[in-house]
């Protein structure tokens, strides 16, 4: 059974610097895409960042430059470096694992960027 656990959120002033991270158990880890996702409140789930098994990423065009997307397949954990947050980078972050057959879900961090 795949487990996606995510930690690591909190709030940040504008500016300010964050680092989540999510531990993947149940799977081979390092077959797969990873990435993370966000959701504000009343918005639709939308993709920030992913990392393929050969390590190509992808980011989402309001987060270029700013977000950092890593994977470290010996701890089956991904990471998202999060720096120069604005308060409109505020939403749940979500871990995801793709699978052709199904996507897998973390229970989500709460990221708040207030000053």
């Known amino acids: 059974q795949v487990q996606l656990v995510e930690s690591g959120g909190g709030l940040a002033q504008p500016g300010g610097s964050l680092r989540l991270s999510c531990v993947a158990s149940?799977?081979?880890?390092?077959?797969?895409?990873m990435g993370w996702y966000r959701q504000a409140p009343g918005d639709q789930r939308e993709l920030v960042a992913s990392i393929t098994n050969t390590r190509s990423t992808t980011y989402a065009d309001s987060v270029k430059g700013r977000f950092t997307i890593s994977r470290d397949n010996a701890k089956k954990t991904v990471y998202l470096q999060m720096n120069s947050l604005k308060p409109e980078d505020t939403a749940v972050y979500y871990c995801?694992?793709?699978?052709?057959?199904?996507?897998?879900w973390g229970q989500g961090t709460q990221v708040t960027v207030s000053s």
């Open positions: 995801n694992l793709f699978k052709p057959t199904q996507n897998y």
């Open positions: 149940g799977t081979i880890f390092s077959f797969y895409t």
